[in-house]
């Protein structure tokens, strides 16, 4: 193998280790983005969808739906007061 082969060979390698570090340096700048994020939803409908969807799904079952259902809306009103 002639030296250019290698050289080209131990740049293909050390390329992923390049952009895990650049990926690295980043991640406390995404988790204070996504933790102001979540701060400011606080309270907002959007964080009790899931608990509504879930209750409403539930809440279709005959018979025993509305007593399934009372903890998933109960979720759906403390995120949503």
């Known amino acids: 193998?002639?030296?250019?082969e290698t050289d080209r060979c131990?740049?293909?390698?050390?390329?992923?280790?390049?952009?895990?570090s650049r990926i690295r340096a980043y991640?406390?700048?995404?988790?204070c983005l996504l933790l102001m994020t979540?701060?400011?939803?606080?309270?907002?409908?959007i964080l009790a969808a899931p608990c509504?969807?879930?209750s409403a799904a539930v809440?279709?079952?005959?018979?025993?739906g509305g007593a399934a259902a009372t903890p998933t809306n109960a979720c759906g009103d403390v995120l949503d007061p």
């Not at 131990?10 to 895990?20: Q, V, Y």
């Not at 991640?27 to 988790?31: D, E, I, K, V, W």
């Open 1 to 4: 193998m002639a030296s250019g």
């Open 10 to 20: 131990r740049a293909l390698n050390d390329a992923p280790a390049a952009g895990r």
């Open 27 to 31: 991640m406390p700048l995404m988790r």
């Open 38 to 45: 979540l701060l400011a939803l606080s309270g907002c409908s």
């Open 52 to 54: 509504r969807i879930t």
């Open 59 to 64: 809440g279709s079952v005959p018979v025993v």
